[in-house]
C-alpha cells in the first residue's frame, strides 16, 4: 500500500440564485395532468437516478460524450477523451502515449482527486479502495456507448466517494451487428491494434472486445504495454427487459521514469531520475458481472448488478537493491511491493412510477474489499537487517529482524437510499433523496520499522441528502437549483503514516468521514443549432481527509476548504459540414480558516477551456481539431509553504487530424501536442533525493508528451 464556512460570497451567484427562485414563484399555477405532455426529446441519462431518464427533467449538470463525438476525436484513450471532450482535468506521473496511471479530478481537489472522483462503468465502481488510480486500461473504446458526467456531489445515489462529480461510463448495447478491427501506429515506437465483435440472435447478443497497446515512449525508462479483453451477453426478454453476464480481463505493464528536477522546462526532461532507472509498475485486472433489469408492470421497474472483481500489482524499483543505496544511507525502500485485492458488490433497486405523484427509487447497496500488499527487500537490504547494522542510528531502527513489511485491510459496506420526485405541476418539479451508509474496516501493518504489529479496526456510518427545483419553462429549456450534501470515507491507504523521526510507520488515526455541502444552479438551451449548458456552483468540505506533510500522516483537516466556481459548455452546428463546440470552467478551491485561510488548494488550476471543430470536405474527407487549456496551479507540498512558492504555468495543448473513409476502410493521420509545447500535469516542491545519499528541497514536475503523429487504418464490415 502506498502512503500517500464560506457563506454564498459570490455577488453574481447571489443574483443567480434569487432569480431562479423569483421565476419559480412566478410560475403560473398549471395542472399536474399536463407534465408528460411538457416532457421533450432529449438525450437519455442514467446517472442521475440509476434509471434511464430525460435529461431535461434533471436538476444538475450531465455533460454526454456521445460515441460519434468519440469516434471524431483525435483522443486515443479514455482519458484523453475525458480532456479534450469533457473538459476535465487530468494529471498523472507517467500519462505517455497510453493515458495509464492517470488522475482525473472534478472537483477541484488536487492531490486527493483520486478519492474525490467517483468512475463508474455502467453504473459500477471502478475506484479501487486504495489510493490507487483507476485501470483505465481495462476501458475498451470500442464498447463505449457515450460518457456522462455529473458535476458535483452524488453521494444520495452512489455513496461514498461521490463529492467532486461521477463519470459514468456506459456500454454498447445496441443490438446492431458490426465487425471493426482498427490498427494505429506512430510516434516512440506506439502500436494501438483493437478487434470488436457484435453479433444478435434473435433476442440474443454477444459482443466481445479485445485491445492491445504497445510503447517505447518518449522518455528513459517510459516503456509501456497494455492488453484488455471484454466478452458480453445479453438476453433480451422484452424491448425493455434483459439479463447479461459479462467477464473482463485486462493487464498492463509499465516503466516509470519519475519526475525531473527543477521547474517545468529546466533539467532534461528526457532522462529518468537515477532511483527510477529500471522501475516498472504491472497490473492485473479481472472480473465477471451479472446484471437484470425487469418491469414487473406499469408500476414497478426493478435493476441490479452483482460484481466480483480482482487485482493484482507489482511494483519493481532495482536501485534499492544496489550497492549505491545501502552504502549512501540505507535500504531507503523495497525493490518489490506486492498488491492483491478483491471485491464484490451488490446493487439492486427499484423504481415506482406514480404518474402525477411522481416517481421513487429505493434502493441497497453492499460491498465487501479485501487487500493484502507487502513490501520485500533485496539481498543487500536484508544483511543490513539481519546484521544490526542500524541498530545504534535513532533515526533508522530496525525490529524483530523482519525481511519484509506485510499490510492487510478489509472493508465491509451497507447503505440504503431513497430518491423521490413530485411534479409540482407541468413545468416545476421537486426532487430529493437521502442515503445512509455504514462502512467498518479493519486494518493490519507489520512492518521492519515498528516494534509490533499495528491493528486498527474501525465502524463510521455518513449520510446524505440533496432537495432541488427543476423548471422546464420552455421545450428544451430549463434551470435548476440544487442544494446537496455528500462524503467519503478514508481508503485503506489513509490509515497509516510515518513517524518524522524513526520513518517507522504509524497510525493516522480513525479518520471521520469527509463531509462536503454544496450549492449549485444552472441550466440547459436548446435551440435549432445550439445546445448551452451553464452552472455556478459553491461547496464547502468539512473535516477534508488530506496527508499532511508536516506530520507525516493523514488527519481530517480541522479548517473548512471552499470551493466555488462557474461552468459553461456550448455545441454550434454552423451549417451541415461545419460543427463547434467549446466551453470552460473557472474555479478557486481555498481555505476558509486557519493557518492557511484564502490559501489556494494545490494542483487546482483557476481555469480550464477548451474548444474543438469538425469540417466535412466531402463525403470521404474530413478533418478536425481540438484544444485545451489548463490555467497555472500551486505544485503539490506542505500548505504552510504553498503560497509562497511559485506556480507551475498554464499551458495549452492542441491536436489535429485528417480523415479519410471509403467504403469499409477508414484512414486518419493524428498530430498530438501540435505546437510541441513544455508542460507538466504533475508538479511539486518537496524534499527530492540526490545521488550519492544527499538531498535538497526543490521543485520537481511530471512532464507531459511532446509532439507525436499517428497513422490509423480502421475496417469495419
Given at each position: 500500500m502506498s502512503i500517500n464556512s464560506h457563506a454564498w460570497d459570490c455577488p453574481h451567484g447571489k443574483e443567480f440564485v434569487r432569480a431562479i427562485i423569483l421565476s419559480f414563484m412566478a410560475i403560473s399555477t398549471m395542472g399536474v395532468s399536463e407534465v408528460h405532455a411538457q416532457k421533450q426529446?432529449?438525450?437519455?441519462?442514467?446517472?442521475?437516478?440509476?434509471?434511464?431518464?430525460?435529461?431535461?427533467?434533471?436538476?444538475?449538470?450531465?455533460?454526454?460524450?456521445?460515441?460519434?463525438?468519440?469516434?471524431?476525436?483525435?483522443?486515443?484513450?479514455?482519458?484523453?477523451?475525458?480532456?479534450?471532450?469533457?473538459?476535465?482535468?487530468?494529471?498523472?506521473?507517467?500519462?505517455?502515449?497510453?493515458?495509464?496511471?492517470?488522475?482525473?479530478?472534478?472537483?477541484?481537489?488536487?492531490?486527493?482527486?483520486?478519492?474525490?472522483?467517483?468512475?463508474?462503468?455502467?453504473?459500477?465502481?471502478?475506484?479501487?479502495?486504495?489510493?490507487?488510480?483507476?485501470?483505465?486500461?481495462?476501458?475498451?473504446?470500442?464498447?463505449?456507448?457515450?460518457?456522462?458526467?455529473?458535476?458535483?456531489?452524488?453521494?444520495?445515489?452512489?455513496?461514498?466517494?461521490?463529492?467532486?462529480?461521477?463519470?459514468?461510463?456506459?456500454?454498447?448495447?445496441?443490438?446492431?451487428?458490426?465487425?471493426?478491427?482498427?490498427?494505429?501506429?506512430?510516434?516512440?515506437?506506439?502500436?494501438?491494434?483493437?478487434?470488436?465483435?457484435?453479433?444478435?440472435?434473435?433476442?440474443?447478443?454477444?459482443?466481445?472486445?479485445?485491445?492491445?497497446?504497445?510503447?517505447?515512449?518518449?522518455?528513459?525508462?517510459?516503456?509501456?504495454?497494455?492488453?484488455?479483453?471484454?466478452?458480453?451477453?445479453v438476453k433480451f426478454l422484452t424491448p425493455s427487459d434483459r439479463v447479461s453476464a459479462e467477464v473482463f480481463l485486462s493487464h498492463a505493464n509499465a516503466q516509470s521514469p519519475g519526475g525531473v528536477v527543477g521547474r517545468v522546462g529546466q533539467s532534461n526532461a528526457q532522462l529518468a531520475k537515477f532511483n527510477n532507472v529500471g522501475a516498472t509498475n504491472t497490473g492485473d485486472n479481472a472480473g465477471i458481472k451479472l446484471a437484470a433489469s425487469y418491469s414487473f408492470n406499469a408500476l414497478w421497474r426493478f435493476e441490479g448488478e452483482s460484481v466480483y472483481r480482482t487485482r493484482s500489482s507489482q511494483g519493481y524499483a532495482p536501485y534499492y537493491e544496489s550497492a549505491d543505496s545501502v552504502a549512501n544511507g540505507y535500504p531507503g525502500g523495497p525493490t518489490q511491493t506486492n498488491i492483491q485485492s478483491s471485491e464484490y458488490s451488490l446493487t439492486p433497486r427499484l423504481k415506482a412510477d406514480w404518474d402525477q405523484w411522481g416517481s421513487s427509487v429505493v434502493g441497497y447497496d453492499f460491498s465487501h474489499a479485501q487487500e493484502l500488499s507487502g513490501n520485500v527487500y533485496g539481498a543487500l537490504a536484508q544483511q543490513a537487517i539481519l546484521a544490526n547494522q542500524y541498530a545504534t542510528d535513532p533515526g533508522n531502527p530496525y525490529y524483530n529482524n523482519l525481511l519484509a513489511d506485510k499490510q492487510s485491510a478489509a472493508l465491509v459496506s451497507h447503505s440504503v437510499y431513497l430518491i423521490h420526485r413530485l411534479p409540482l405541476n407541468a413545468k416545476l418539479e421537486l426532487s430529493g433523496g437521502f442515503r445512509r451508509q455504514l462502512q467498518s474496516t479493519s486494518a493490519y501493518d507489520s512492518n521492519i520499522s515498528s516494534a509490533s504489529a499495528l491493528i486498527q479496526n474501525s465502524s463510521f456510518s455518513a449520510n446524505a441528502f440533496d432537495v432541488a427545483l427543476n423548471y422546464r419553462y420552455l421545450p428544451k429549456q430549463r434551470v435548476y437549483v440544487k442544494w446537496n450534501q455528500s462524503f467519503r470515507f478514508a481508503n485503506i491507504d489513509e490509515f497509516w503514516g510515518f513517524d518524522p523521526n524513526s520513518y517507522a510507520r504509524i497510525f493516522s488515526g480513525a479518520l471521520k468521514p469527509q463531509i462536503a455541502q454544496t450549492l449549485e444552479g444552472g441550466g440547459q438551451w436548446q435551440f435549432t443549432q445550439t445546445l448551452l449548458t451553464a452552472s455556478l456552483f459553491q461547496s464547502t468540505t468539512h473535516k477534508e481527509i488530506k496527508y499532511n506533510p508536516t506530520t507525516f500522516y493523514n488527519t481530517n483537516d480541522a479548517n473548512a476548504i471552499a470551493r466555488t466556481g462557474v461552468m459553461l459548455d456550448a455545441t454550434y452546428k454552423i451549417n451541415e459540414q461545419w460543427s463547434v463546440a467549446g466551453g470552460g470552467k473557472y474555479q478557486q478551491s481555498d481555505y476558509v480558516s486557519g493557518p492557511q485561510a484564502h490559501q489556494s488548494v494545490a494542483l487546482v488550476p483557476q481555469w480550464l477551456l477548451n474548444a474543438r471543430s469538425q469540417y466535412t470536405i466531402d463525403r470521404r474527407w474530413w478533418v478536425g481539431g481540438d484544444i485545451h487549456y489548463v490555467g497555472s496551479q500551486y505544485p503539490d507540498s506542505n500548505p504552510t509553504v504553498t503560497s509562497t512558492l511559485n506556480q507551475t504555468a498554464g499551458y495549452f495543448v492542441a491536436n489535429g487530424l485528417i480523415n479519410f473513409h471509403s467504403g469499409p476502410w477508414e484512414t486518419r493521420l493524428t498530430i498530438k501536442n501540435m505546437t510541441n509545447t513544455r508542460y507538466a500535469s504533475t508538479s511539486g516542491y518537496g524534499f527530492v533525493s540526490q545521488p550519492g545519499g544527499t538531498g535538497l528541497n526543490s521543485y520537481y514536475y511530471y512532464p507531459g508528451e511532446k509532439r507525436a503523429f499517428y497513422l490509423s487504418l480502421q475496417y469495419t464490415l
Amino acid at each position: 500500500m502506498s502512503i500517500n464556512s464560506h457563506a454564498w460570497d459570490c455577488p453574481h451567484g447571489k443574483e443567480f440564485v434569487r432569480a431562479i427562485i423569483l421565476s419559480f414563484m412566478a410560475i403560473s399555477t398549471m395542472g399536474v395532468s399536463e407534465v408528460h405532455a411538457q416532457k421533450q426529446l432529449s438525450a437519455v441519462v442514467v446517472t442521475a437516478s440509476r434509471f434511464e431518464e430525460n435529461s431535461n427533467e434533471v436538476p444538475a449538470t450531465v455533460k454526454v460524450i456521445t460515441r460519434e463525438q468519440i469516434v471524431q476525436s483525435s483522443a486515443q484513450n479514455v482519458v484523453e477523451v475525458l480532456s479534450q471532450l469533457g473538459g476535465l482535468l487530468t494529471s498523472g506521473f507517467n500519462l505517455g502515449q497510453l493515458g495509464l496511471g492517470a488522475s482525473v479530478d472534478l472537483g477541484g481537489y488536487g492531490a486527493t482527486a483520486n478519492s474525490n472522483t467517483l468512475v463508474l462503468i455502467d453504473g459500477q465502481k471502478l475506484n479501487p479502495i486504495d489510493s490507487s488510480t483507476v485501470a483505465w486500461e481495462s476501458l475498451s473504446m470500442n464498447q463505449i456507448d457515450r460518457i456522462e458526467i455529473l458535476q458535483g456531489g452524488a453521494s444520495v445515489q452512489y455513496g461514498n466517494g461521490a463529492v467532486g462529480g461521477v463519470i459514468n461510463i456506459i456500454t454498447n448495447s445496441s443490438r446492431e451487428e458490426a465487425t471493426k478491427l482498427k490498427s494505429r501506429l506512430g510516434s516512440f515506437s506506439t502500436l494501438f491494434n483493437s478487434a470488436f465483435v457484435s453479433r444478435n440472435d434473435g433476442d440474443i447478443l454477444i459482443q466481445s472486445a479485445l485491445n492491445t497497446a504497445n510503447t517505447q515512449g518518449w522518455r528513459q525508462n517510459a516503456a509501456a504495454n497494455s492488453y484488455a479483453f471484454n466478452m458480453k451477453g445479453v438476453k433480451f426478454l422484452t424491448p425493455s427487459d434483459r439479463v447479461s453476464a459479462e467477464v473482463f480481463l485486462s493487464h498492463a505493464n509499465a516503466q516509470s521514469p519519475g519526475g525531473v528536477v527543477g521547474r517545468v522546462g529546466q533539467s532534461n526532461a528526457q532522462l529518468a531520475k537515477f532511483n527510477n532507472v529500471g522501475a516498472t509498475n504491472t497490473g492485473d485486472n479481472a472480473g465477471i458481472k451479472l446484471a437484470a433489469s425487469y418491469s414487473f408492470n406499469a408500476l414497478w421497474r426493478f435493476e441490479g448488478e452483482s460484481v466480483y472483481r480482482t487485482r493484482s500489482s507489482q511494483g519493481y524499483a532495482p536501485y534499492y537493491e544496489s550497492a549505491d543505496s545501502v552504502a549512501n544511507g540505507y535500504p531507503g525502500g523495497p525493490t518489490q511491493t506486492n498488491i492483491q485485492s478483491s471485491e464484490y458488490s451488490l446493487t439492486p433497486r427499484l423504481k415506482a412510477d406514480w404518474d402525477q405523484w411522481g416517481s421513487s427509487v429505493v434502493g441497497y447497496d453492499f460491498s465487501h474489499a479485501q487487500e493484502l500488499s507487502g513490501n520485500v527487500y533485496g539481498a543487500l537490504a536484508q544483511q543490513a537487517i539481519l546484521a544490526n547494522q542500524y541498530a545504534t542510528d535513532p533515526g533508522n531502527p530496525y525490529y524483530n529482524n523482519l525481511l519484509a513489511d506485510k499490510q492487510s485491510a478489509a472493508l465491509v459496506s451497507h447503505s440504503v437510499y431513497l430518491i423521490h420526485r413530485l411534479p409540482l405541476n407541468a413545468k416545476l418539479e421537486l426532487s430529493g433523496g437521502f442515503r445512509r451508509q455504514l462502512q467498518s474496516t479493519s486494518a493490519y501493518d507489520s512492518n521492519i520499522s515498528s516494534a509490533s504489529a499495528l491493528i486498527q479496526n474501525s465502524s463510521f456510518s455518513a449520510n446524505a441528502f440533496d432537495v432541488a427545483l427543476n423548471y422546464r419553462y420552455l421545450p428544451k429549456q430549463r434551470v435548476y437549483v440544487k442544494w446537496n450534501q455528500s462524503f467519503r470515507f478514508a481508503n485503506i491507504d489513509e490509515f497509516w503514516g510515518f513517524d518524522p523521526n524513526s520513518y517507522a510507520r504509524i497510525f493516522s488515526g480513525a479518520l471521520k468521514p469527509q463531509i462536503a455541502q454544496t450549492l449549485e444552479g444552472g441550466g440547459q438551451w436548446q435551440f435549432t443549432q445550439t445546445l448551452l449548458t451553464a452552472s455556478l456552483f459553491q461547496s464547502t468540505t468539512h473535516k477534508e481527509i488530506k496527508y499532511n506533510p508536516t506530520t507525516f500522516y493523514n488527519t481530517n483537516d480541522a479548517n473548512a476548504i471552499a470551493r466555488t466556481g462557474v461552468m459553461l459548455d456550448a455545441t454550434y452546428k454552423i451549417n451541415e459540414q461545419w460543427s463547434v463546440a467549446g466551453g470552460g470552467k473557472y474555479q478557486q478551491s481555498d481555505y476558509v480558516s486557519g493557518p492557511q485561510a484564502h490559501q489556494s488548494v494545490a494542483l487546482v488550476p483557476q481555469w480550464l477551456l477548451n474548444a474543438r471543430s469538425q469540417y466535412t470536405i466531402d463525403r470521404r474527407w474530413w478533418v478536425g481539431g481540438d484544444i485545451h487549456y489548463v490555467g497555472s496551479q500551486y505544485p503539490d507540498s506542505n500548505p504552510t509553504v504553498t503560497s509562497t512558492l511559485n506556480q507551475t504555468a498554464g499551458y495549452f495543448v492542441a491536436n489535429g487530424l485528417i480523415n479519410f473513409h471509403s467504403g469499409p476502410w477508414e484512414t486518419r493521420l493524428t498530430i498530438k501536442n501540435m505546437t510541441n509545447t513544455r508542460y507538466a500535469s504533475t508538479s511539486g516542491y518537496g524534499f527530492v533525493s540526490q545521488p550519492g545519499g544527499t538531498g535538497l528541497n526543490s521543485y520537481y514536475y511530471y512532464p507531459g508528451e511532446k509532439r507525436a503523429f499517428y497513422l490509423s487504418l480502421q475496417y469495419t464490415l
